[in-house]
């Protein structure tokens, strides 16, 4: 931290705190009491509650602003790392947050880069002539594919892991993500795994009740992770046709959340 600050002020780095504020998103999850939640470091200008911004495909309005220690806080400065609450949904670890004047002027943009992203993967997709996919499905008789529905704690697993699952392909069989995201484990998600034959993983989440329940009645086997490495293993280990043994979890018992009580001494307690 001593060479930090060192180098900062012989290499005169400065921001300006009275400017529309601008950042980084590290990290973004979806919290099942919160929605999405995206931890940002404030690069330029001051990031208020109330600002509208613009981050990626997504914009919102900052409801909450969380700093590291976990208290509410009002406004963030250039080099504070925040949590930010109150978008319409979780952007990529990466994208970049801006503060802009106006709903509509963030809707409008976010709207335009969701556009344009859904138009480019439709080229990149399209660009193929009939003698190409001709190739591609002779190429592909003899590769068996293991399909995979993944469901990760926040964005920046489940990309690891994505990146991770197509390194570990061979001319035999290979992996094929058909499906990743951040939270729980849902109801479609249990849909899609059945409907596709796919192994549904997750990674520091759990299946909620209504898809704890499918499954069970659907005989769809739902793997629980809490470290990428194993999750990496039992997958080639079922690439090779030999799956390791069940992780299963014996549920003990089920409670229902009725009231949720604040002191200033304890925090939240559920009752």
């Known amino acids: 931290l001593e060479s930090i600050a060192l180098q900062s002020e012989i290499l005169e780095l400065k921001a300006n705190p009275n400017r529309a504020a601008s950042g980084a998103v590290i990290e973004a ?3 099942i009491g919160r929605g999405p939640v995206a931890t940002v470091l ?3 200008g001051t990031l ?14 900052v409801r909450a602003l969380i700093n590291d220690a976990g208290a509410r806080i009002q406004t963030a400065g250039p080099s504070t790392p925040v949590e930010v609450l109150g978008l319409n949904g979780t952007p990529e670890a990466g994208d970049v947050i801006n503060v802009v004047d106006t709903e509509a002027q963030a809707r409008e943009i976010a709207e335009y880069r969701a556009q344009a992203a859904k138009d480019k993967r439709a080229a990149a997709g399209a660009a193929t002539t009939l003698e190409q996919l001709m190739a591609n499905a002779k190429a592909n008789e003899d590769v068996s594919e293991l399909p995979i529905i993944l469901k990760a704690d926040v964005q920046g697993s489940a ?4 990146q991770a699952m197509a390194k570990i392909g061979n001319d035999e069989v290979r992996v094929r993500v058909l499906h990743s995201g951040v939270g729980a484990i849902t109801e479609s998600d249990v849909t899609l795994a059945e409907s596709s034959e796919a192994v549904l993983l997750g990674f520091n989440v759990r299946a909620d009740n209504t898809a704890r329940q499918k499954s069970d009645q659907d005989g769809i086997d739902i793997r629980y992770y809490s470290v990428i490495y194993q999750l990496i293993d039992d997958v080639k280990a079922a690439m090779s046709g030999k799956l390791a043994p069940e992780h299963r979890e014996t549920i003990l018992g089920v409670a229902q959340v009725r009231e949720v009580f604040r002191s200033s001494k304890f925090g939240a307690a559920a009752g």
Do not use: H, P, R, T
């Open 29 to 31: 999850q979806l919290d």
């Open 42 to 44: 404030v690069q330029n």
């Open 48 to 61: 208020k509650l109330g600002d509208i911004f613009v981050v990626g495909e997504q914009w919102g309005k």
């Open 159 to 162: 990309e690891a892991i994505v």
